[in-house]
């Protein structure tokens, strides 16, 4: 896939989702915007599908070679937007109570797996892509930027998620509407994060791209 066609196909999601998203919200149609099934939610995966798709599609002999680490941290992210990683074993893969707690030893053993190529994959990324990241930011590369405000809103996302029962146990109640407010910011950030990965790999030259995983 050229340049020019990853950057159209890019635009042309950006549009169809951003549509999908305001037309629920103005129509009130489906479940809330801030539900696990709401159309913020399910408009987060299919941007995080596109993007694995059109890393694929740019170049597949290093999406599924020397780029491994990419697509399955892609993989990962998808899966999690659909809570996978909590549907088919006894707790949660990214909670300490399926390793600590009274649970098949076979649950624990697929988690750790899981845990462990996530890793594996994430800090191959890191230490394939740093240099040409921090080189990209430097000369206010496209794709970097797109990439390093993703990084940030992925990790606020996160940090407000379930924020009410993160401050409970310091005897701090929330409201309900404040609850709802930050539930729908935190939504928000995870459909930008994904709409921003989708343009991280669109505008990165393809025959760049090799170098930057």
């Known amino acids: 896939m050229s340049d020019r ?5 890019a635009a042309a999601l950006t549009l169809v989702l951003v549509l999908w998203v305001g037309g629920a919200a103005a129509l009130g149609l489906g479940d809330p915007l801030t539900s696990e099934t709401g159309a913020l939610e ?10 694995l798709l059109l890393w694929v599609a740019r170049e597949p002999s290093h999406a599924l070679g020397a780029g491994w680490a990419v697509t399955v941290l892609l993989i990962g992210l998808a899966g999690r937007e659909l809570d996978l990683d909590k549907a088919f074993l006894a707790d949660g893969i990214l909670k300490s109570d399926l390793y600590r707690g009274p649970n098949p ?23 394939r892509g740093r240099r040409a990241f921090a080189t990209g930011l430097r000369t206010g590369s496209a794709w970097a930027w797109c990439l390093a405000v993703a990084i940030v809103l992925g990790v606020g996302s996160k940090s ?12 701090i109640e929330l409201g309900p509407e404040v609850v709802k407010s930050l539930s729908l910011v935190e939504e928000g950030a995870e459909f930008v ?11 990165v030259p393809r025959a760049a791209a090799q170098r930057r995983t």
Not at 5 to 9: E, N, P, S
């Open 105 to 127: 030893l076979a649950h624990k053993a697929i988690g750790l797996v899981v845990v462990a190529v996530a890793l594996w994959a994430f800090v191959r990324w890191v230490r």
């Open 42 to 51: 399910r408009a987060s995966f299919a941007a995080l599908v596109a993007t």
């Open 160 to 171: 407000i998620d379930g924020a009410d029962r993160k401050l409970a146990p310091l005897g």
């Open 5 to 9: 066609t990853a950057r159209l196909t």
């Open 193 to 203: 994060f994904a709409l921003l990965l989708v343009w991280a790999v669109a505008l």
